[in-house]
């Protein structure tokens, strides 16, 4: 398996445009994660999907985030306008919830840089 | 009360030292106590996990140890080595339940 994919791994736009990241999970897995890691504070978790249902969306920074998952094997995070201050990595993690404990990978991330 | 707490922010350690990285929790709930391994340029990665019914559990260098009445675990990496050098994220969860609550990291520097 190639593990869980993130596009692109680069993004740098300007103040007030939309951005979208893009991210497809390991095949089998039910659990999608979204992540922003920024120097300051850490690893936040943005949201989350079993079964391609949001479950807790409380992480989402402002309404000018959004995320979706339409399949089990595709989920996009869109920031609409992006400020300076989204600027960070973005992570997408998934996992397989089954009762036990598991494992979540992560992806490569996707670093933003909004001037 | 879903606050993972994480120390220290940075350590630097010898070639062949031992590091050590600790983490408290308030939630007696949370069962599932993983750390995670996040090289620059990349994404964590699963290094070692324990259940609370052990009070400890040892992957080669790497040793979590576990006190459930003080609700605390710890990262100990024996014979530290420059390729350890890396930020390390202790976690907790309520496993089927909840996501994964991550610490702030520690970035482990192993120099020679």
């Known amino acids: 398996d190639a593990g869980v994919i993130q596009s692109p791994r680069h993004e740098v736009t300007e103040m007030g445009q939309e951005v979208t990241l893009r991210c497809k999970p390991i095949?089998?897995?039910?659990?999608l994660f979204w992540y922003r890691q920024t120097m300051m504070r850490g690893l936040e978790l943005l949201i989350y999907f079993n079964n391609n249902v949001p479950i807790d969306d409380s992480g989402m920074p402002e309404d000018r985030f959004s995320a979706k998952m339409p399949n089990a094997s595709f989920s996009t995070l869109k920031i609409q306008p992006s400020e300076p201050r989204d600027s960070a990595v973005y992570f997408c993690a998934s996992s397989l919830r089954n009762g036990q404990p598991t494992e979540q990978f992560f992806g490569p991330g996707t670093r933003l840089t909004v001037l | 009360q879903q606050q993972v707490k994480q120390s220290p922010q940075s350590l630097i350690v010898q070639k062949g030292g031992i590091s050590i990285i600790n983490c408290a929790y308030e939630?007696?709930?949370?069962?599932?106590f993983p750390w995670y391994q996040q090289f620059p340029g990349k994404g964590p990665a699963l290094l070692i996990a324990?259940?609370?019914?052990?009070s400890e559990k040892k992957e080669g260098r790497f040793t979590i140890s576990f006190n459930k009445s003080a609700k605390q675990f710890s990262l100990h990496i024996m014979d530290s080595q420059p390729g350890d050098s890396a930020t390390y994220f202790c976690?907790?969860?309520?496993?089927?339940?909840?996501?994964?609550?991550f610490g702030k990291g520690t970035r482990l520097s192993v120099i020679a």
């Open positions: 939630n007696t709930a949370f069962d599932y």
């Open positions: 324990i259940r609370p019914d052990v």
């Open positions: 976690a907790a969860s309520i496993i089927g339940n909840t996501p994964l609550v």
């Open positions: 095949s089998g897995h039910n659990s």
